[in-house]
């Protein structure tokens, strides 16, 4: 294994963010954060980052080469192929592409969940919802007895799946709408992914202590 040093540049309440995080912590790789002021992107971010968004990962060699890599799941592939610890793709083809289908899923879950949350009108707001809690009961029935996607196996898909429910809202409304927006995705993901057993908890406590 090389000795290179990682610098995940984030941003503290971004889940995408925070899948590569998760993936970091779980194998036990040592990292650094770097928060970027997303409404203040200073220069050298941009030079950085084609999308102008975090993630971005940066991995400097022992020789001073230096890449960066975006997209969280192309960072979240790159370290599971590259560090120690378990792998988080399943190894037979067909298991490994439903986890890669079901990871789709749950980004688009997710822009529905931000969809609701930062939705101009009522009638929006509840559209989202309404397809925001339809695929919220699709993965609850993907995941069968659970824990994990894979049953017992704790892996890529469920990183992606549980951390919608970290989704705040951001500061489009008013005080109380936002507070009532936040109750109702906690109480949206209230059946799901995220406590279902003490393994998860233990995770969920990590990564609290860890700030990401
Ligand atoms: N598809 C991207 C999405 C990343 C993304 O949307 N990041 C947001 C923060 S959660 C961002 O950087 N937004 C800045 C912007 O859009 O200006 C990924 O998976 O990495």
Redesign the pocket.
């Known amino acids: 294994m090389t000795m290179h040093s990682l610098t995940l540049i984030s ?1 503290p309440l ?3 963010v925070q899948r590569a995080a998760i993936v970091l912590l779980e194998k036990q790789v040592a990292f650094e954060r770097i928060n970027v002021d ?1 409404n203040a992107k200073p220069a050298w971010f941009l030079a950085l980052s084609p999308t ?4 971005l990962l940066q991995i400097r060699q022992p020789d001073g080469e230096e890449e960066i890599l975006f ?3 192309a960072i979240c592939e790159y370290l599971d192929e590259t560090q120690p610890g378990p792998h988080l793709y399943p190894a037979n083809p067909v298991a490994r592409a439903k986890h890669r289908a079901w990871i789709e899923f749950g980004s688009a879950t997710l822009g529905e969940a931000w969809g609701y949350l930062n939705a101009k009108n009522h009638a929006s707001a509840e559209a989202k919802a309404t397809s925001f809690k339809e695929r919220l009961v699709q993965l609850e029935n993907v995941l069968g007895h659970g824990p994990y996607f894979d049953g017992e196996t704790f892996g890529i898909a469920i990183v992606v799946m549980s951390r919608s429910n970290r989704t705040r809202s951001p500061c489009k409304e008013s005080a109380v709408h936002r507070k009532h927006n936040s109750v109702r995705i906690r109480r949206l993901f209230r059946c799901q992914i995220a406590h279902r057993r003490s393994d998860f908890r233990r995770r969920a406590v990590a990564l609290h202590r860890n700030r990401i």
């Open positions: 941003h971004c889940p995408f997303l102008a968004k975090v993630p997209e969280s799941m």
